[in-house]
């Protein structure tokens, strides 16, 4: 049974480009959530989509947007990128939108993604 | 962002030692969670806490749920190599989602050169 997975595992960009990420959430799960990662801090939530819409946002711009698909996968995009968008970025899944449990969340390995 | 204030930052351990981290806040929090991440990889959840005072084993990890509802600590016993990586204690605020997570900073178990 797969779990989350992320693609692409590494990428390069340089400043004001535009990036795409993706998830395909674990099976059986609805819920997608995407933190941002930077190097040595802990997450920081991005947002959270439920039937493809955005349920919650976390202190991001508007720079980030999403989007999730009928099958549940998710995208995060990143606009005019900065260089302090460099980060790990990691999508979380769970099940039954908002109000779940919060020990049904689970996390893919993440995208690096680099900003020069 | 917000992020809760976890110590010790990082630490060394001896194989056989007894661990201890904690975490604190300034919100309450209606769930307290604790997560190992290793390099390359997502954070993996290794124990959940409900209640406040609540205590949870899962193996040589201890953790529990401040009364205050505002605080968490994580030990293990008898550490092993396979001990080493970043742990991260994470809080879902009362009333907030699931999936809205409030992480550490992490703290960083290292092997005693």
């Known amino acids: 049974d797969a779990g989350v997975t992320q693609s692409p595992t590494h990428l390069i960009k340089t400043r004001g480009q535009q990036v795409t990420l993706r998830c395909s959430p674990k099976?059986?799960?609805?819920?997608v959530s995407w933190y941002q990662q930077a190097l040595g801090q802990g997450p920081q939530f991005i947002f959270q989509?439920?039937?493809?819409?955005?349920?919650q946002r976390g202190n991001f711009p508007d720079r980030f947007s999403g989007h999730q698909f009928p099958n549940y996968s998710s995208e995060l995009n990143v606009n005019a990128l900065w260089l302090g968008d460099s980060a790990l970025y990691l999508c979380?899944?769970?099940?039954?939108?908002?109000?779940?449990?919060?020990?049904?969340?689970?996390f893919g390995a993440g995208s690096r993604l680099t900003v020069l | 962002g917000q992020q809760l204030n976890q110590s010790p930052q990082s630490m060394f351990i001896q194989e056989g030692e007894d661990v201890s981290m904690n975490c604190t806040s300034s919100?309450?929090?209606?769930?307290w969670l604790w997560y190992k991440q290793d390099p390359g990889e997502g954070p993996v959840l290794l124990i959940a806490?409900?209640?406040?005072?609540e205590l949870t084993s899962n193996g040589r990890l201890t953790a529990q749920f401040g009364i205050t509802r505002k605080d968490s600590f994580l030990n293990i016993s008898a550490s092993i190599p396979s001990d080493v990586g970043i742990y991260f204690c994470?809080?879902?605020?009362?009333?907030?989602?699931?999936?809205?997570?409030?992480f550490g900073k992490g703290t960083k178990l290292s092997v005693k050169p």
């Open positions: 979380a899944s769970s099940s039954g939108g908002f109000y779940s449990g919060a020990n049904v969340l689970t």
């Open positions: 099976s059986g799960h609805d819920t």
């Open positions: 989509y439920y039937e493809e819409e955005e349920r």
């Open positions: 919100s309450i929090f209606n769930t």
């Open positions: 806490l409900y209640k406040a005072g």
């Open positions: 994470a809080g879902q605020l009362y009333g907030g989602s699931q999936g809205n997570l409030i």
